[in-house]
């Protein structure tokens, strides 16, 4: 059974940092692109951070320089380093996966920057 299970979310203040972990299970985790998407409330999902198998990554441009999407396949793990957090960061977190079958998604992790 396929799962996505993101965790690391929380409250932090503008400028601080949280590493955000997606445990995948039920797919051959490491053959495939893995994504981070975001959705603040009231606004549509964005995607945020790609990575390849051969750990190619793309980033949108508003977390270029400021985030790290990296992954273990050994552990079956994909994390999202945030660093540098501004308000607008603000949303529910989600980790992802196309397969044949369709697009997989976890229930989200909620992070807020705020003072």
């Known amino acids: 059974q396929l799962q996505l299970v993101e965790s690391g979310g929380g409250l932090v203040q503008p400028g601080g940092s949280l590493r955000l972990s997606c445990a995948a299970s039920?797919?051959?985790?490491?053959?495939?692109?893995l994504q981070w998407y975001r959705q603040a409330l009231g606004k549509e999902r964005e995607l945020v951070a790609t990575i390849t198998p051969t750990d190619v990554t793309n980033y949108a441009d508003s977390v270029k320089g400021r985030f790290t999407i990296s992954r273990d396949n050994l552990r079956n793990t994909v994390y999202l380093q945030m660093s540098s957090l501004k308000p607008e960061d603000t949303a529910v977190y989600l980790c992802?996966?196309?397969?044949?079958?369709?697009?997989?998604w976890g229930q989200g992790t909620q992070v807020t920057v705020s003072s």
């Open positions: 039920g797919f051959g985790f490491r053959y495939y692109d």
């Open positions: 992802s996966v196309l397969l044949s079958r369709g697009r997989a």
